[in-house]
Nanobody
Framework: VQLQASGGGLVQAGGSLRLSCAAS?????IGWFRQAPGKEREFVGG????????NYADSVKGRFILSRDNAKNTVYLQMNSLKPEDTAVYYC?????????????????WGQGTQVTVSA
């Protein structure tokens, strides 16, 4: 499975970005994680294969929205009301078992990451 994350960039605080994760192959549960310099990788949100189930980290709940278009094998992470503390490299990951989980070790495949920088 290959995962291609894209859509990162530089945005001012309060702005929005939409990240995309294009996946090849079969259906997977997709999770998004982020890692800031000097910090551990942290869970951002996850979406089931059907798109009917999602979960979010408390830090992004109400601001970030996950969706997916299975016809395009793409998952989207809409990020609104961005804050400087959202600055990180964002990674998407795929999991064969369609159960939402926040633990990075439970994911089977990882994309290369896309940088998101939010200026104050």
């Amino acid at each position: 499975v290959q995962l291609q994350a894209s859509g990162g960039g530089l945005v001012q605080a309060g702005g929005s970005l939409r990240l995309s994760c294009a996946a090849s192959g079969r259906r997977y549960m997709i999770g998004w994680f982020r890692q800031a310099p000097g910090k551990e990788r942290e869970f951002v949100g996850g979406i089931s294969w059907s798109g009917s189930s999602t979960n979010y980290a408390d830090s992004v709940k109400g601001r970030f929205i996950l969706s997916r278009d299975n016809a395009k094998n793409t998952v989207y992470l809409q990020m609104n009301s961005l804050k400087p503390e959202d600055t990180a490299v964002y990674y998407c990951a795929a999991k064969r078992l369609d159960v939402l989980t926040v633990t990075p070790d439970n994911y089977d495949y990882w994309g290369q990451g896309t940088q998101v920088t939010v200026s104050a």
